[in-house]
């Protein structure tokens, strides 16, 4: 065992979709169906049916040899596309399903919070159902009872504490279910996206507590499509596709990873061409370009450079002219995060009619970033109607500079995202040197 907390190996699960119930048959029943079974075989393949014809149900792997480890006191991101399994590996390791192949070894204590009251019994009160889940991690009651006041005050249920968990809201079944898992001492947290659910504050809290467990030295395992959670949490991720581990490595670089592969448009596809778009129509986004200062199209720039926003388009051939345009640029970042948005409808600036095509153009001086990678979504509105929508229109990097003229250049790490034009002075302050010398006077 050593100093594995998990380890999964060749972890398959295999599930059948489209399968019918099957009812109760009597003997009768069975005669029958063999009897005909294989007249309908051939009715379906006349109608084309081959699956109903070779009387098959489709089957999807879930995970495919799925192999991985984590340390113990290890902090792990699993993050993938929906569809990519990581629900399904958070079951079995929860020991709630079991694999079609391979095997997954948890060495300690799991408590598990995969969906909103995962092991709760509905007809039980919040009070025994934190006993029962207390009991079934192998606490002792006094233990139990030491912790009982920590998790009711974390979830916020007092007044609710002695009613039934089937009366409980969502957001409470969540708030205990949370503080259940989190509190009892379990020696490996898993947690499957419980940031999806629940207020800001919550959410914080959550967050603050899977903090302390992990400077605890327990492990814990974290699903999250919430990219900013996983940087600040984990110290490894394992990127999920299609059930399958892609990759392994440092939160940082597998963020970077999945997004690029996830989120990235297809390299080869007009922006004009695109069909992921929303809105009404009557506009269409043609491209967004990143000029420098000598209005040539790039594709990276430098912290503090002027830069310009090119936005085509084109309207449909029923619009004519249009009047009262908005232009929405979104910048975000590699991990997701919205850094910043020029619009006209901030500075007020009026395009009038506008032409059946043409570009609108957003000047941006001395660009705020610092280095990284950075990905736009561009929007036209007309009025409040949303027109056309592209979301990662354009991808560019930005590249340190000196800023400041000092040599001292700013980290996307350590410093932010955005670098702020500022200066310092000092303001020299004397003290009443009669204060200083104790001298009081009167008058």
């Known amino acids: 065992m050593g100093d594995i907390a998990v380890r999964v190996e060749n972890l398959s699960k295999l599930y059948r979709i489209g399968a019918k119930q099957e009812s109760y048959k009597t003997f009768r029943d069975s ?39 984590v340390k113990r006191g290890e902090v792990v991101g699993i993050i993938g596309r929906n569809g990519a399994g990581k629900s399904t590996l958070l079951k079995i390791l929860s020991r709630i399903t079991e694999p079609t192949s391979g095997e997954a070894k948890v060495y300690g204590r799991v408590g598990a919070l995969l969906e909103v ?31 009982f006041d920590e998790i009711v005050a974390f979830a916020e249920v007092e007044k609710f504490i002695d009613t039934p968990v089937k009366h409980y809201s969502s957001g409470m079944g969540l708030r205990l279910g949370f503080a259940v898992a989190a509190h009892l001492e379990p020696e490996i ?29 327990r492990t814990v395992l974290f699903v999250s499509h919430n990219m900013v959670a996983v940087q600040s949490l984990c110290q490894r991720a394992v990127v999920l596709s299609n059930g399958e581990v892609v990759q392994t490595g440092t939160t940082d670089d597998m963020i970077r990873f999945y997004l690029a592969t996830a989120d990235s448009p297809p390299k080869d596809i007009a922006l004009k061409e695109r069909l992921d778009r929303t809105g009404s129509g009557l506009a269409r986004i043609t491209n967004l370009e990143l000029l420098d200062r000598d209005l040539r199209c790039v594709d990276i720039v430098r912290s503090g450079d002027n830069v310009l926003f090119r936005v085509g388009y084109v309207l449909a051939p029923e619009t004519k002219n249009l009047h009262g345009v908005f232009v929405f640029v979104r910048l975000d970042d590699q991990f997701g995060r919205s850094i910043f948005t020029v619009t006209n409808q901030f500075t007020g600036e009026d395009f009038g009619l506008v032409p059946l095509q043409g570009a609108f153009l957003c000047s941006v001086p001395r660009l705020p970033l ?16 949303r027109l056309d929508t592209v979301e990662n229109a354009v991808e560019f990097d930005v590249a340190n500079s000196d800023v400041y003229g000092t040599r001292r250049v700013p980290s996307n790490r350590k410093h932010g995202v955005i670098w702020v034009d500022h200066s310092w002075t000092f303001e020299h302050s004397e003290p009443n040197r009669s204060m200083h010398l104790g001298v009081h006077n009167e008058g």
């Open 31 to 69: 005669i029958t169906d063999a009897v005909t079974a294989p007249f309908k075989r051939v009715a379906g393949l006349l109608r084309g049916n081959a699956a109903a014809a070779a009387n098959l149900d489709e089957t999807i792997w879930a995970l495919k040899d799925v192999s991985f480890e």
């Open 117 to 147: 009251g995962t092991g709760f019994h509905p007809e039980l009160t919040g009070r025994e159902n934190i006993y029962l889940n207390g009991a079934i991690l192998g606490m002792s009651r006094e233990t139990i009872k030491r912790k």
């Open 189 to 217: 947290l898993i947690v499957d996206e419980v940031l999806a659910v629940g207020d800001a504050a919550f959410q914080k809290k959550c967050l603050g507590k899977m903090g302390e467990v992990a400077g605890e030295g």
């Open 370 to 385: 610092v280095a990284g990678r950075y990905r736009a979504r561009v929007s036209i509105f007309q009025d409040s109607t």
